[in-house]
């Protein structure tokens, strides 16, 4: 799944990819030009790591840290500890500078069809079959 959703992503003009930060592990992709953070991470490593996504091999790039007001000082401090120096911008939903900031584009109106792929059956778990509970299990002569 993960290899087809970011196959499909690298052939997408104008895509978004949305990802946990264990799924954001290993991903290289390049030209990715916006890195967002949803949810400040707790640590400035997984800040560099996540944000590092972006901006590889000398192109250009930018962050944007999604915070309330009153996170603005854990904020600072993850930042800092990353060496990084922000600069706090405050927004409304639909506010024209967070469209700038963030690149947003009037969406197109075309709906999105998912490709059909083809069924391989149900998932197995190692080849094992569950265990019979009590009332399912055969009873053996004695």
């Given amino acids: 799944m993960r290899t087809r959703t970011l196959k499909l992503f690298k052939e997408q003009e104008n895509a978004a990819l949305v990802a946990t930060d264990v799924a954001a592990r290993g991903i290289h992709v390049d030209g990715i030009s ?16 996540r944000s590092g996504r972006t901006a590889r091999a000398g192109e250009a790039g930018g962050v944007v840290l999604l915070a309330t007001t009153k996170q603005q ?8 500890r990353a060496g990084v120096t922000p600069k706090f911008v405050g927004v409304k939903p639909n506010d024209a500078e967070l469209m700038t900031i963030t690149g947003a584009q ?20 190692g080849g094992k079959r569950p265990r019979p509970n009590s009332s399912q299990r055969r009873r053996r002569p004695r």
């Fill in 34 to 49: 916006l890195v967002v953070h949803v949810d400040a991470p707790t640590d400035h490593k997984d800040y560099l790591h």
């Fill in 73 to 80: 000082t854990s904020v600072k401090g993850l930042t800092s």
């Fill in 106 to 125: 009037e969406p197109s109106g075309i709906p999105y069809i998912a490709p059909i792929t083809e069924s391989r059956g149900p998932a197995r778990s």
